[in-house]
């Protein structure tokens, strides 16, 4: 009886426990579970309060800072890293049963795409554009590409572009470094921004090392040569700066 009731007290210790670390977790699973990409305003601050109030830092800003990496689009860094054969088949796949591409190619449901990027909007001849586009102001740049063709519609209300949109950044870049490709004359796509400062002791990538390793994302025609920023490493979560209390 005696060995048996301090089984039953090590059991109830036990599950209490179980609880206390179950409620610790809750936190993470509610506010940082799942936390990979989407627009999140304002991790640093979220983990900050998740840190204050429940005590609960490290795994939290883990997430904090992995979701940062990707919150703000890098379209520079995404087009000088981009790979044009993989945007060539994304457009093969996608956009080719409207658009062609090649000089001099027919209209089709959309116009010829030939010569797109720092064109005018709507300068195809002969094609029928929506109102929205044949008034839209200005010239095709590889930002407003870049929205675009995350959302024709949410671009651009009353386009006749019945497209969803590609969703994933990558894929986007890819096939606006595509564009590119098929422009004389492209402009030279924009600067990555500033990567962050490299954390003590890590690599600074020489000058020399910023060309992309396969040569297949070097855009054609002498266009910009990446910026040496780009090859900064993504993961620099400063560890450091929390402790679990
Ligand atoms: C279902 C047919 C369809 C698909 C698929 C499609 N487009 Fe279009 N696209 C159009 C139409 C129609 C227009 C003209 C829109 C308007 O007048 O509002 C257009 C216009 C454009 C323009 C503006 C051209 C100009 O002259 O201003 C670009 C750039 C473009 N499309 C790129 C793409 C790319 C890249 C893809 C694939 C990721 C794609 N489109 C997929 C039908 C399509």
Same mark, same amino acid.
Not at 133 to 139: D, H, K, P, R, V
């Given at each position: 009886?005696?060995?048996?009731?301090?089984?039953?007290?090590?059991?109830?210790?036990?599950?209490?426990?179980?609880?206390?670390?179950?409620?610790?977790?809750?936190?993470?699973?509610?506010?940082?579970?799942?936390?990979?990409?989407?627009?999140?305003?304002?991790?640093?601050?979220?983990?900050?309060?998740?840190?204050?109030?429940?005590?609960?830092?490290?795994?939290?800003?883990?997430?904090?800072?992995?979701?940062?990496?990707?919150? +703000?689009?890098?379209?520079?860094?995404?087009?000088?890293?981009?790979?044009?054969?993989?945007?060539?088949?994304?457009? #093969?796949?996608?956009?080719?049963?409207?658009?062609?591409?090649?000089?001099?190619?027919?209209?089709?449901?959309?116009?010829?795409?030939?010569?797109?990027?720092?064109?005018?909007?709507?300068? +195809?001849?002969?094609?029928?554009?929506?109102?929205?586009?044949?008034?839209?102001?200005?010239?095709?740049?590889?930002?407003?590409?870049?929205?675009?063709?995350?959302?024709?519609?949410?671009?651009?209300?009353?386009?006749?572009?019945?497209?969803?949109?590609?969703?994933?950044?990558?894929?986007?870049?890819?096939?606006?470094?595509?564009?590119?490709?098929?422009?004389?004359?492209?402009?030279?796509?924009?600067?990555?921004?500033?990567?962050?400062?490299?954390?003590?002791?890590?690599?600074?990538?020489?000058?020399?090392? #910023? +060309?992309?390793?396969?040569?297949?994302?070097?855009?054609?025609?002498?266009?910009?040569?990446?910026?040496?920023?780009?090859?900064?490493? #993504?993961?620099?979560?400063?560890?450091?700066? +929390?402790?679990?209390?």
């Amino acid at each position: 009886m005696g060995e048996l009731g301090l089984n039953k007290i090590m059991g109830a210790l036990l599950a209490t426990a179980l609880v206390m670390m179950g409620l610790a977790t809750l936190p993470s699973l509610v506010f940082g579970g799942g936390d990979h990409g989407g627009d999140h305003e304002e991790p640093a601050t979220l983990s900050e309060k998740m840190c204050t109030q429940f005590h609960y830092c490290v795994e939290i800003a883990e997430a904090a800072s992995a979701g940062a990496a990707e919150e +703000v689009f890098d379209l520079g860094a995404a087009l000088a890293g981009a790979d044009i054969s993989r945007g060539e088949r994304t457009f #093969a796949g996608q956009c080719a049963t409207c658009h062609t591409i090649a000089a001099g190619g027919a209209n089709g449901t959309g116009p010829n795409l030939h010569n797109t990027v720092g064109a005018d909007k709507a300068r +195809v001849a002969g094609f029928n554009y929506s109102g929205a586009l044949s008034n839209a102001e200005g010239g095709w740049t590889y930002e407003n590409l870049d929205a675009w063709l995350k959302s024709p519609a949410g671009y651009m209300r009353g386009t006749s572009m019945s497209f969803a949109g590609i969703k994933r950044d990558a894929d986007r870049a890819n096939v606006i470094a595509y564009l590119a490709a098929n422009t004389e004359g492209a402009p030279a796509f924009p600067a990555p921004m500033a990567a962050p400062a490299p954390a003590e002791g890590e690599a600074v990538p020489a000058e020399g090392e #910023a +060309v992309p390793a396969d040569g297949e994302a070097v855009p054609a025609e002498g266009e910009a040569a990446p910026a040496q920023g780009q090859a900064a490493p #993504a993961e620099e979560a400063p560890a450091e700066e +929390v402790q679990p209390t």
